[in-house]
C-alpha cells in the first residue's frame, strides 16, 4: 500500500517538540519492519490501517490522537493509541499523517513531531488537500495546477505551510512545488 508510492527515500530531517504524551515503546520491544504510525487514525486512518494490516498482518500498528476520546475504538480495531507527541524511545519505518489542519493551533509543528517518530527508512506521508490548488472553475485540477497564493486563503495557508515543512526536509513531493525523486517522504493531495 504506501510501500508502493513512486517514492525512493533517503531520510527527512525535520526538528519537532511537543509536550504531549506520544506512544511509548519499551526498548525491549522491537520495531518490525512493517510498523506503522498513523497520526490522525480517523476515518482516512482507519482505512490505511485496514489495508496495512491485510498486507502486513504480523505488523503493530500506532495511532495518535489529540484526545483520548475514541482510544477504546482504535484498540478494538488493532491500533495502538497514544496521545500526539514524539515517541521516547523508537521510530518506525513507516509514518502517515493524516490529521485534519482544524483541530490544532501549530499544524505545521504537529507535523514536524509525526516527522521525528520516522525513522528514515520505509516511507513518511504527509496527506494534503486538493484545496491547496487554485481551481475554482469546476474544470480539471490536478498536480500541475497552481497553487493558491500564501496570504489568500487562511485554510490553504495552514496546509501550504505544513506541505513546505514536509518540503524542506526532503526533495521530492506530490504537489505544486517539486517533482525530483531523490527521498521518500511525500506529499498527497487528496
Known amino acids: 500500500?504506501?510501500?508502493?508510492?513512486?517514492?525512493?527515500?533517503?531520510e527527512l530531517a525535520i526538528k519537532g517538540v511537543s509536550h504531549d504524551a506520544g506512544v511509548t515503546v519499551s526498548t525491549?520491544?522491537?520495531v518490525?519492519?512493517?510498523?506503522?504510525?498513523?497520526?490522525?487514525?480517523?476515518?482516512?486512518?482507519?482505512?490505511?490501517?485496514?489495508?496495512?494490516?491485510?498486507?502486513?498482518?504480523?505488523c503493530k500498528i500506532y495511532g495518535q490522537t489529540a484526545t483520548t476520546?475514541?482510544?477504546?475504538?482504535?484498540?478494538k480495531i488493532g491500533i495502538i493509541p497514544s496521545l500526539k507527541g514524539p515517541r521516547v524511545d523508537q521510530k518506525v519505518p513507516y509514518v502517515i499523517f493524516c490529521a485534519p489542519p482544524y483541530r490544532t493551533d501549530d499544524y505545521p509543528g504537529d507535523l514536524r513531531v509525526?516527522?521525528?517518530?520516522?525513522?528514515?527508512?520505509?516511507s513518511f506521508l504527509f496527506t494534503s488537500s486538493t484545496a491547496v490548488y487554485d481551481c475554482n472553475d469546476n474544470g480539471f485540477c490536478g498536480e500541475d495546477s497552481p497553487c493558491v497564493p500564501i496570504g489568500m486563503s487562511p485554510r490553504t495557508d495552514v496546509l501550504l505551510k505544513a506541505e513546505n515543512v514536509v518540503l524542506e526536509g526532503c526533495c521530492f513531493a506530490w504537489n505544486c512545488h517539486h517533482e525530483e525523486e531523490t527521498s521518500r517522504a511525500c506529499l498527497c493531495g487528496l
Not at 3 to 9: E, Y
Not at 40 to 57: D, M, N, S, T, Y
Open 1 to 10: 500500500f504506501l510501500k508502493k508510492l513512486p517514492c525512493a527515500f533517503k
Open 28 to 30: 525491549s520491544e522491537s
Open 32 to 58: 518490525g519492519q512493517n510498523d506503522l504510525l498513523i497520526v490522525g487514525p480517523g476515518v482516512l486512518g482507519r482505512i490505511v490501517a485496514e489495508k496495512w494490516r491485510q498486507e502486513h498482518p504480523d
Open 69 to 75: 476520546d475514541h482510544h477504546s475504538e482504535l484498540t
Open 114 to 122: 509525526a516527522a521525528s517518530n520516522w525513522s528514515g527508512e520505509g
